[in-house]
Structure formats: structure tokens, C-alpha cells
């Protein structure tokens, strides 16, 4: 009875881990895609990101979800042959992701300031110079510009004020106040023209703001995937466990 139990308990064990690393191998494949779509549309943020910002964080995604995708494959070849070599395999490349990831946090959170600190002085200099330029940087850099005020409704880098002493400004002085995206209704007949139509807040805090009314959902979600994880590490090393005590493999 007792031989049997344990063979259940294996058996089980076993589909938990196979399942759970599927569903992993998935979360790969769509981490994968993710940072391919972003890899494409990088060129038209990184102009105020500074330094390929966007592009280095797309790169970084592709590989995570590549490496995801191996971890996955292995954990379940590892779980459906009962492969003690696999299993080991399988915990360590776990492990260095979960370290990985750590690291990552720690790093991020290190960075926070400087980050913000780039893209303000990019935001700063693209607004003053290169907003409504015709040259194809200039373009980007504008529709970029346009983007951010539009999804953050904020306007210029710390409020409307900024507009004042631009490039822009100085060929719409008399027509235009502000561009169309800093207005809270782009299709009033005032748009641009009047600063009571237009967002208050700047860029600057309005992505501050973003980051931190979402940081207790990006901080769940990542103590979740690290639950799982290890959660994915025990059980690979209770199989582990197994098949050496029966001699399986």
C-alpha cells in the first residue's frame, strides 16, 4: 500500500511538474513575442529614452523569453521521463533565473533616478529643438512627443509653460500655444490655442506617477512568478528525489 501511495504520489507530481512547465514554456513563447513586436517599434521611443533604452530592453526580453522557452522544454522532457540528469538541469537553470531576476529588481530599483533623469533631459531637448522639425529624426522625436502627452495626458516636461521658449513655438507664436496633444479635448475649436484646455501636469511627473500607481501590480505579479518558480523547484527536486529512490533512471 505504502509502494502504491508513493507511485500515486510520483505519478501526480509528475503531471503537476509537466503542466506547470508547459503552461512555462508558453509564458516563453509569449515573453519571446513581446519583445520581438517591441525590438520593431523601439525606433520610434528611443529617441528620448537615450542610448538604445528601448531597444536594449527588447533585446533583453527576446533572450528571456528564449531562455524561458529552453527552461520549459527541459522541465518537461525532465518530468515525463523521469529524468533525474534532466531534473537537475532543469533546477539550476531555474535557480539562475530566479537569481537572475532578483538582480534585475535590485538593479532597476538602483536605476530608477538616473533613468528618469535621462529622459527628462531628452524630453527637454526634444521639445526645444526638434518638435515639428521636417528632418526624419526631428519626426520621430515629434511623434514620440505626441504619443506620450496623448496616453500620460501631461504636456511639455514639468507643464505647458515649457512650450514658451521652443523651436515650435517661435513658428506658431500668435497661432498656437501648445501642440494639439497637450489638449484635454483635441477636437474643441480652442485646441492649442488656450492653456485652460490643456493637461497641467508635466511629462516628467506623469510618468513618475504612472510607475508608481502600477508598482504594487508589477511587484505582485513578480512575487508571484517567483512563488511559482520555486514552487516548480521543489517539486522538480521531490521528483528528483523519487527516481532515485525507485531507480527509475
Not at 516563453?28 to 525606433?43: E, F, H, T
Not at 531637448?125 to 528632418?135: E, H, L, P, R, V
Not at 504612472?210 to 511587484?219: C, D, L, N, P
Request: net charge positive; aromatic share 12%.
Amino acid at each position: 500500500m505504502a509502494n502504491e501511495g508513493l507511485g500515486c504520489g510520483m505519478t501526480c507530481l509528475k503531471y503537476l511538474l509537466f503542466a506547470f512547465n508547459f503552461l512555462f514554456w508558453i509564458a516563453g513563447i509569449g515573453v519571446l513575442g513581446v519583445g520581438i513586436w517591441s525590438r520593431v517599434q523601439a525606433k520610434d521611443y528611443d529617441s528620448f529614452l537615450g542610448d538604445g533604452g528601448l531597444t536594449s530592453a527588447a533585446n533583453v526580453m527576446i533572450a528571456a523569453g528564449a531562455f524561458v522557452m529552453v527552461i520549459g522544454f527541459v522541465g518537461c522532457c525532465g518530468a515525463w521521463k523521469e529524468s533525474k540528469w534532466l531534473l537537475v538541469i532543469y533546477f539550476i537553470l531555474l535557480l539562475f533565473i530566479f537569481i537572475l531576476e532578483i538582480a534585475a529588481g535590485i538593479f532597476a530599483y538602483v536605476k530608477k533616478d538616473k533613468v528618469i533623469k535621462t529622459v527628462s533631459d531628452n524630453v527637454k531637448k526634444s521639445i526645444k529643438t526638434n518638435y515639428g522639425a521636417s528632418d526624419q529624426a526631428s519626426k520621430t522625436f515629434t511623434k514620440s512627443i505626441d504619443f506620450m502627452q496623448k496616453e500620460l495626458k501631461c504636456c511639455g516636461v514639468n507643464g505647458p509653460s515649457d512650450w514658451n521658449n521652443t523651436v515650435w513655438y517661435q513658428k506658431y507664436r500668435g497661432s498656437l500655444e501648445t501642440p494639439k496633444s497637450c489638449c484635454k479635448d483635441q477636437k474643441a475649436a480652442s485646441c492649442g490655442t488656450s492653456s485652460s484646455d490643456n493637461f497641467s501636469k508635466g511629462c516628467v511627473k506623469a510618468m513618475e506617477d504612472y510607475v508608481s500607481s502600477h508598482i504594487a501590480i508589477i511587484g505582485g505579479i513578480g512575487v508571484g512568478i517567483a512563488f511559482v518558480q520555486l514552487l516548480g523547484m521543489v517539486c522538480a527536486m521531490c521528483l528528483c528525489r523519487a527516481t532515485s529512490y525507485d531507480n527509475i533512471k
